[in-house]
């Protein structure tokens, strides 16, 4: 079972990213995927969810209107479509496959982590 996120880099306040993350079938089959972030010196955060469906999305206040996730199931794959990027935004950002169907915030409720890929923002 693995998760392997990629998209990271370098970008300025105002830009965009794209980070996307793919799963083993076995991992995001009939499960909710979420994406936290860990910054420097912070604890790890959680930044949004959808469930497996698709359909149902839930962002933090943080970066509600600005970030957007979406999954492509056929091809077993995550996406958070980062927009409006600004220095605080600036962490490791990890995909994560949910226990169950329906998302959640909380991290005790994801049982599968990737490596993370690290998002600098600068000012």
């Known amino acids: 079972v693995q998760l392997q996120a990629y998209g990271g880099g370098l970008v300025q306040a105002g830009g965009s990213l794209k980070l996307s993350c793919t799963a083993s079938?076995?991992?995001?089959?009939?499960?909710?995927l979420g994406w936290f972030r860990q910054a420097p010196g912070k604890e790890r955060e959680f930044v949004a969810h959808?469930?497996?469906?698709?359909?149902?999305?839930y962002y933090a206040d943080s970066v509600k209107g600005r970030f957007t996730i979406s999954r492509d199931n056929a091809k077993n794959t995550v996406y958070l479509q980062m927009n409006s990027l600004k220095p605080e935004d600036t962490a490791i950002y990890y995909c994560?496959?949910?226990?169950?169907?329906?998302?959640?915030?909380?991290?005790?409720?994801?049982?599968?982590w990737g490596q993370g890929t690290l998002v600098t923002v600068s000012s």
């Open positions: 079938r076995r991992t995001i089959s009939n499960n909710a």
């Open positions: 959808i469930a497996w469906r698709g359909g149902n999305t």
């Open positions: 994560a496959g949910s226990r169950y169907s329906i998302g959640s915030s909380h991290r005790e409720d994801y049982q599968y």
